[in-house]
């Protein structure tokens, strides 16, 4: 299979989980429908409606993990082309990336030093 | 029709994961149980709560469903039986499980639900805390098999498996896909004593089915994921390779579960900490190990 169609598959599939799930809904249908009662439908919070609004802006605060996280999220980017040739490649693809490690983990021991790594 | 056999497989196994998942906890071994809870779902009402954000609480459980099944498609259970062997398979199993997180923050804030909404913004922290350490194990396999190829993976394997060669490597990822899976000691998102289920809390009859068999099937599929590239695959001697990855399949299965069950459920802050201070240190030596290993001997 060439890769287009791979992906076709991949895609296939996708649209026949949908399909799936679609038809388990079908099927529940048959089964009866919900009534509309008072009350029902609250959200889980005792039986009441919560006291404060729910969608409000919230503090994430690991937000120094956060940033870190970009970091070495946008380096393993780099890593997966480096790791298929690393062999052929050698030492050299060892040092090279040894250095790019040594300076990303300097970071992370940096961020460490300056309270990055704990919920603010 | 391989792609079919596959799927069908995968609903198998986690049929399978539902009947060890009841018997490691209440330690009764019953066949028919997940069965009839399934149908029982389906005949009871799925009430949506009111003023929903009605895409994403719709969306939410059959995202995580797509996710697992995708992530599973790239996997071999015997050299044959795989849907497609893409070039990139070791790259694409991540970027399918990915949608993981985006299912469970849709699912804390589609309801409109306190409990739900802590729960999907608890996962995100978790996310941070395990992401790095999906990747960065997979990529000590993939210099090892010099490709991304999961069949070439196994192959590479053939002399020695890598949970031998990289035993620090299979420790990260086993504990990573326990908390990819939000399975016990890391079920932050659907925490049963403190969020009364989390982001499961607001669904109910066949969404909430859906989002148990999803989950099932996430399970599986990391199970086979941790086989595929630690356990040598469908390799193994006497018995034909299928029975191979199957009896390994369910062990790793078997183990995830077990180990929930010996552990207390760990804090948000606490989990993140142990993975940044602890864990990437680790897996930046794995894969310097496995770097000098592969060059000394490969």
Redesign the interface.
């Given at each position: 299979?060439s890769?287009l169609q791979?992906?076709g598959?991949?895609l296939g599939?996708?649209i026949g989980?949908?399909g799936f799930?679609l038809s388990?809904?079908a099927?529940?249908r048959t089964?009866?429908?919900?009534?509309r009662e008072p009350g029902?439908?609250?959200?889980?919070?005792a039986g009441q409606l919560?006291r404060d609004p729910?969608?409000v802006r919230?503090h994430?605060?690991?937000y120094g993990?956060?940033l870190?996280?970009l970091a070495?999220?946008m380096e393993?980017a780099f890593?997966?082309p480096w790791?298929?040739?690393?062999?052929?490649v050698?030492?050299v693809a060892?040092l090279d990336?040894?250095v790019f490690?040594a300076i990303l983990?300097l970071g992370?021991l940096y961020g460490?030093s300056q309270g990055a790594?704990?919920?603010q | 029709m391989t792609s079919l056999l596959i799927i069908l497989l995968l609903l198998a196994g986690a049929y399978l994961v539902a009947v060890l998942e009841a018997w490691i906890a209440n330690g009764r071994l019953r066949f028919a149980t997940p069965v009839l809870a399934g149908i029982a779902m389906l005949g009871r009402e799925s009430i949506v709560p009111r003023q929903p954000d009605r895409i994403f609480f719709e969306t939410a459980p059959v995202l995580l469903l797509i996710s697992a099944i995708l992530g599973a498609m790239v996997l071999p259970l015997t050299p044959d039986l795989i849907t497609t062997d893409l070039a990139t398979g070791a790259l694409f199993i991540n970027a399918a499980l990915v949608y993981v997180l985006v299912a469970l923050l849709m699912a804390g804030w589609g309801p409109d639900g306190a409990y739900a909404m802590i729960g999907g913004w608890r996962f995100l922290g978790q996310l941070i805390a395990y992401a790095m350490l999906i990747v960065m194990p997979i990529t000590a396999v993939a210099m090892r098999a010099e490709s991304l190829l999961t069949t070439q993976i196994v192959v590479s394997q053939a002399g020695l498996w890598n949970i031998v060669y990289q035993p620090l490597g299979f420790g990260l990822f086993f504990v990573a896909a326990m908390a990819l899976a939000f399975l016990p000691p890391f079920d932050l998102a659907t925490a049963n004593s403190e969020l009364a289920s989390g982001v499961e809390a607001e669904y109910s009859g066949v969404r909430l089915a859906v989002f148990r068999l999803a989950r099932l099937t996430l399970v599986m599929t990391l199970a086979a994921a941790t086989v595929v590239f630690y356990l040598g695959g469908w390799q193994g001697p006497w018995l034909p390779p299928w029975a191979w990855s199957g009896l390994k399949i369910l062990a790793v299965t078997a183990a995830m579960l077990l180990a929930g069950r010996l552990m207390p459920r760990i804090r948000e802050a606490d989990l993140m900490a142990w993975g940044w201070m602890l864990g990437i240190p680790l897996a930046l030596l794995n894969i310097f190990l496995v770097g000098v290993l592969v060059l000394v001997w490969p």
């Open positions: 299979m890769s791979q992906y598959l991949l599939i996708t989980t949908v799930v388990l809904f099927l529940a089964f009866g429908k919900a009534r029902k439908d609250v959200p889980a919070t919560s729910v969608w919230y994430a605060r690991y993990y956060a870190l996280f070495f999220d393993m890593m997966y790791a298929v040739v690393y062999k052929q050698g030492l060892l990336m040894g490690l983990f992370l460490w790594l704990r919920r | -």
